[in-house]
T-cell receptor, first 113, second 112 residues
Framework: DADVTQTPRNRITKTGKRIMLECSQTKGHDRMYWYRQDPGLGLRLIYYSFDVKDINKGEISDGYSVSRQAQAKFSLSLESAIPNQTALYFC????????????FGPGTRLTVL | RKEVEQDPGPFNVPEGATVAFNCTYSNSASQSFFWYRQDCRKEPKLLMSVYSSGNEDGRFTAQLNRASQYISLLIRDSKLSDSATYLCVVNFLTGGGNKLTFGTGTQLKVEL
């Protein structure tokens, strides 16, 4: 089984809808991250969490919110989806004691029409 | 100026060729450096860390030049399976903890 899983893997939705992307990990890592990837822009950090209930904004947090209710789970919400949030979303984890190597989930492809 | 810059490519090389990718970073306080590999529509995976002394892992060699703020990746004897996008990643310490910054990636296509 994969160490970092994401659900759903693909989602098509309409403008204005609320969407939640889920991430779960079995690695026992404290740190979790949400990124989006767009062609030509690379991976950009949306939010990150270093522990349960710890939430930090990344470089592009506007329009997104997150929840870290348990060590193994980190969810990303789009309160009112808009077309420019169409992207590939990755969750990642890292170990507090490591060199900050990050382990990524398989990604969620989100399309907002 | 982008924090991490890479040539997007694509680099089209024949099987067996040697190919080198370069990456520059702007933050002199950067602490650690990595190369990640990303296959099409898949998640990035760590290829190797980059150390000041340089490091080698089989056909792959990574070098770091802190004075010039420059990282390189050399792939010898390219295989078809090396075709992927290679992401240069830089880690530096901020008030909020370690922060990874990703380059946009260099695409490699190895051909018969």
């Amino acid at each position: 089984d994969a160490d970092v899983t994401q659900t759903p893997r693909n989602r098509i939705t309409k403008t204005g809808k609320r969407i939640m992307l889920e991430c779960s990990q079995t690695k026992g890592h404290d740190r979790m991250y949400w990124y989006r990837q767009d062609p030509g822009l690379g991976l950009r950090l949306i939010y990150y969490s270093f522990d349960v209930k710890d939430i930090n904004k990344g470089e592009i947090s506007d329009g997104y919110s997150v929840s870290r209710q348990a060590q193994a789970k980190f969810s990303l919400s789009l309160e009112s989806a808009i077309p420019n949030q169409t992207a590939l979303y990755f969750c990642a984890t890292s170990d507090l004691k490591g060199n900050n190597e990050q382990f990524f989930g398989p990604g969620t492809r989100l399309t907002v029409l | 100026r982008k924090e991490v810059e890479q040539d997007p490519g694509p680099f089209n090389v024949p099987e067996g060729a040697t190919v080198a990718f370069n990456c520059t970073y702007s933050n002199s306080a950067s602490q650690s450096f990595f190369w990640y590999r990303q296959d099409c529509r898949k998640e990035p995976k760590l290829l190797m860390s980059v150390y000041s002394s340089g490091n080698e892992d089989g056909r792959f060699t990574a070098q770091l030049n802190r004075a010039s703020q420059y990282i390189s990746l050399l792939i010898r004897d390219s295989k078809l399976s090396d075709s992927a996008t290679y992401l240069c990643v830089v880690n530096f310490l901020t008030g909020g903890g370690n922060k990874l910054t990703f380059g946009t990636g260099t695409q490699l296509k190895v051909e018969l």
